[in-house]
């Protein structure tokens, strides 16, 4: 930390010296101009192009390939003009084909894969040449909007109110776009420039043609855009949108047998609003009342058998829209590992946090996720180069109802009334070759309910600084951030925290770390630096390291899965993207990776190589080979004393067919195995039909079996346990096997009304054998009960009663039996019918059918009849919106 510190601060020093304008911008070489010509009326969008107005603009018809033929012009003929009238921006598109007959037009749902011919636009309406909004559209109107962040990323959540259609005729096809400026967010400036690339695609010839053209040894980015003149100067206008909502909702769902709190079915309706305020042409106010922060789409199922929190992503609108600018700590780096979160916007609205369950709690109605009363967000841009983001939200304290082993009901809080801030600075200079930003965060929760006291921390605070430094015409950068934390509560939340996967603070030998439970704060710092050179005819590469110290903490609303480690990542690669007889491209790549903890243990290590390619065919294969020399494992215990972890290694195998047709066959296959006799065979099958242009159905099937020698199950206390410091660590053999397929289906009737169906069986079995203890710190060795240590037997309920060392005077103890098989049914449908601009209605249907009996063997015909077995749980939705723009 001491050396990465030093070094943003330096490497973010220009741009607070560098003034926010143009200077030093690296341009395009001959960047093209599209001259927007001025009107005063009004255009009647339907896709014809035959609005006299039309006639007022200068078309552009210079575009060059990128794809197939470098360098070359495209290869049917292709011209765009452009409006700029009061209050919108007009983009009209003539798409010559000699072949129209051939012209690839699929309907899909918007921001869908268009998977056929289309224009896109793309504007820098900041002239940062740094981020831009993209719109697309294929030839049977199908269309998607996005935006485009610092690092090329697409956001679809951005969903923007506008026109677009389209004809084809037997000259070709034609596009016709309305952009509100409204909808753009933009600096006001008297010279009217802006930033414009417009791409062609035409999926028959795998062609790609840009009208500001850039080589593929170059990096194809926003900065690489030509210019958009004729703007003038324009206004700054207030926009107001509004977007109320009404949603009625019903769940049914299986009881237990004299359950007092429910009785199979749950009907709710609500009303809410959400609003957009413009307070500039470049800032934004979003604010919601009664949000509706459901998801559309479940997660899918998991059994996670690890100390590890599982990652999901977030999907509510409201977050993920102008997420961009909430991201901190962004790298060009390619290889890089144990990534930290400060802001996961899924831990606000997050399921409560106190769980009743267990011996007294025979009957529990609690809610299954916090009830967020208000959110406020405001992101924009200044004058002055700096990019702001300010999101504040609010969540309910939650009750949950029991009735205990008497009868007597009992109500008590699962989740505190909290508060979340996030607070985001950036500021791009010289022409967005240089940033730089801030980050704070802070929560804060009641602590008037004891119980949520002694386990939740009452105050959470982060704050860093982070940036990017591009050179070379961006064909270098160095990116970096240093992030401190802040945690307070009572020391039994802070003794949580110091026990948690995340650190082991109790690990009895690790003599770097205090722990202690009477503490009542604790304070860490995370940072990451990495070279990285991105562009190149050939060599790219990265060089990264990362810094997590024990006590670094952003659980509260963020994520992260480790601290006290280091990490040294290396990566080097070799691309050709020029066709040649085998490959139309292909690249191999090396890396490494190296962490340690903070006594310099080495808990990891890998060397892996990596080739791929597209042939000339469209057909495209990979393969990875992977050597893991071993180490150190300080997380295998689980608060215990550090383990080896033996070597291994891994194959992995890719290949797909043609993505050119109207079906797309593909599998990849993973082999995995250590020293010690674990092994894992995964196999991911894949297969996409169109079976017509407006329907999409794909398989995702996957089927693994493992062996894993050393699987965690217990830590029981034992003070003759002298050589592993006064506990027993007890494992097992761990056999797996798990099957599922995710199944997806996508009709979509017309631009504005599709159908998606989503279904995941899932069912995976754990088979225990073999439990056993660590014979001693630092190694990979144990002892197993029944043959080298002690005796065990397992009696009529299924418990293992385990005496460790026979008629010694270790302590016997028990533990149930480990064994599980589990099943999982997840289904979802959803109508989708945008009915005016901005405002839809939904419905949609949630089944979900679960269930987890004590035994381990995998059965495929008994399991899977098995799913349909359980009690199903429906739930039915009706959801409306109406977008009212002011």
């Not at 107005?53 to 033929?69: L, N």
């Not at 995941?760 to 029944?786: C, N, T």
């Amino acid at each position: 930390m001491r050396v990465i510190l030093p070094l943003v601060l330096f490497a973010a020093l220009p741009a607070f010296a560098q003034a926010p304008d143009s200077a030093g911008v690296y341009q395009h070489e001959d960047a093209p101009t599209i001259h927007a010509a001025p009107i005063s009326e009004h255009i009647r969008v339907d896709g014809k192009l035959d609005d006299p107005a039309w006639s007022k603009a200068t078309p552009v018809d210079r575009f060059t390939q990128r794809d197939p033929d470098e360098g070359r012009p495209v290869s049917e003929r292709t011209e765009v003009r452009v409006l700029i009238g009061e209050d919108a921006l007009y983009v009209g598109a003539r798409l010559y084909d000699r072949e129209p007959t051939k012209v690839r037009r699929r309907l899909v749902r918007r921001d869908e894969d268009l998977a056929s011919d289309y224009l896109a636009v793309l504007i820098d309406s900041y002239h940062d040449h740094l981020t831009a909004y993209r719109f697309r559209v294929n030839p049977a109107g199908s269309y998607d909007d996005s935006y485009i962040d610092s690092r090329g990323n697409a956001d679809f959540s951005w969903d923007p109110v506008w026109n677009v259609r389209t004809t084809v005729d037997s000259l070709g096809w034609t596009a016709e776009m309305e952009i509100p400026l409204s909808q753009l967010r933009y600096n006001p400036s008297p010279e009217g420039v802006w930033g414009i690339q417009v791409r062609r695609w035409i999926d028959r010839k795998q062609e790609l043609a840009e009208f500001s053209f850039t080589p593929k040894k170059q990096q194809s980015d926003v900065s690489r855009f030509g210019h958009l003149t004729g703007l003038g100067e324009l206004s700054a206008p207030r926009h107001v949108e509004i977007l109320p909502y009404s949603l009625a909702k019903a769940d049914y769902h299986a009881v237990a047998r004299g359950d007092p709190f429910q009785d199979g079915s749950k009907k709710v309706g609500s009303v809410g609003a959400d609003l957009k305020y413009g307070l500039t042409s470049n800032l934004t106010l979003d604010a919601t009342v009664n949000p509706d922060f459901g998801q559309v789409e479940v997660d899918p199922a998991v059994v996670n058998l690890t100390a590890v929190e599982t990652f999901f992503p977030e999907r509510r609108p409201f977050f993920i829209e102008g997420a961009d600018l909430f991201r901190f700590g962004q790298s060009r780096s390619q290889n890089s590992f144990n990534s930290t979160i400060p802001f996961h916007a899924r831990r606000i609205g997050r399921a409560p946090q106190l769980t009743l369950s267990g011996g007294g709690y025979n009957y529990v109605d609690g809610p299954s996720v916090t009830t967020i009363d208000a959110a406020l967000k405001l992101t924009g841009k200044t004058r002055s180069g700096w990019s702001v983001g300010v999101l504040d939200a609010v969540t309910s304290r939650e009750r949950a109802r029991y009735l205990d082993d008497v009868g007597l009901m009992h109500r008590v809080p699962v989740e505190p009334l909290t508060n979340y801030f996030v607070g985001r600075l950036r500021r791009e200079s010289g022409g967005g070759n240089t940033s730089v930003g801030l980050l704070g965060t802070a929560v804060a929760r009641d602590g008037s309910d004891s119980t949520l006291a002694s386990m939740l921390r009452s105050r959470a605070f982060t704050g860093g600084v982070d940036f990017n430094r591009y050179w070379a015409n961006r064909n270098w950068s160095l990116d970096g951030y240093v992030l401190g934390s802040y945690v307070r509560g009572s020391a039994g939340a802070i003794d949580r925290a110091q026990r948690s996967s995340v650190r082991y603070y109790q690990r009895p030998d690790a003599d770097h770390l205090r722990y202690d439970p009477t503490r009542t704060f604790l304070t860490g710092a995370a940072g990451q630096l990495s070279l990285n050179k991105i562009g190149g005819e050939h060599w790219v590469g990265t060089a990264t390291y990362q810094d997590w110290s024990p006590g670094f903490e952003v659980n509260d609303v963020g994520y992260m899965n480790a601290a006290d480690a280091r990490g040294f990542s290396w990566l080097a690669l070799y691309k050709e993207n020029k066709p040649g007889r085998i490959f139309h491209n292909w690249d191999a790549f090396a890396f490494t990776n190296h962490s340690f903890n903070y006594a310099w243990d080495l808990t990891y290590q890998g060397y892996e190589a990596d080739a791929e390619g597209t042939f000339r065919n469209y057909w495209y294969g990979e393969t990875r080979v992977s050597w893991y020399p071993g180490g150190y494992d300080d997380r295998l215990t689980r608060g215990g004393p550090m383990s080896r972890v033996p070597p291994g290694g891994r194959v992995r195998f890719t290949v797909n067919s043609d993505f050119r047709k109207s079906y797309l066959a593909g599998w990849q296959g993973n082999w995995t195995w250590d020293d010690a006799g674990g092994r894992s065979v995964q196999h991911n099958p894949s297969l996409t039909l169109h079976p017509s242009s407006s329907a999409l159905l794909r398989l995702e099937p996957t089927i693994r079996v493992s062996r894993d020698m050393a699987q965690y199950v217990a830590t029981e206390s034992d003070p003759t346990a002298t050589v592993t410091y006064g506990s027993r660590y007890v494992f097992a053999t761990l056999d797996q096997t798990s099957i599922s397929l995710d199944t997806r289906l996508n009709w979509t009737f017309s631009p504005k009304l599709s159908l998606q169906l989503y279904l995941q069986p899932f069912v995976v079995s754990g088979l225990y054998k073999d439990l056993k203890e660590l014979a001693a710190p630092r190694k990979y060795d144990f002892s197993v009960y029944g043959r080298q240590a002690g005796t065990i037997q397992r009696d009529s309920t299924g418990v293992y009663q385990i005496d460790p060392d026979g008629p010694g005077p270790a302590t016997a103890f028990s533990i149930p039996d480990p064994n599980f098989n589990f099943r999982s049914l997840l289904g979802n449908a959803v109508l989708r019918w945008e009915y005016r601009p901005g405002s839809a209605v939904f419905l949609v249907w949630q089944q979900s059918r679960s269930e987890e009996q004590p035994f381990g063997d995998f059965d495929f015909s008994r399991d899977f009849r098995a799913l349909l077995d359980n009690g199903p749980e429906n739930i039915f939705a009706v959801k409306a919106t109406y977008w009212l723009g002011i």
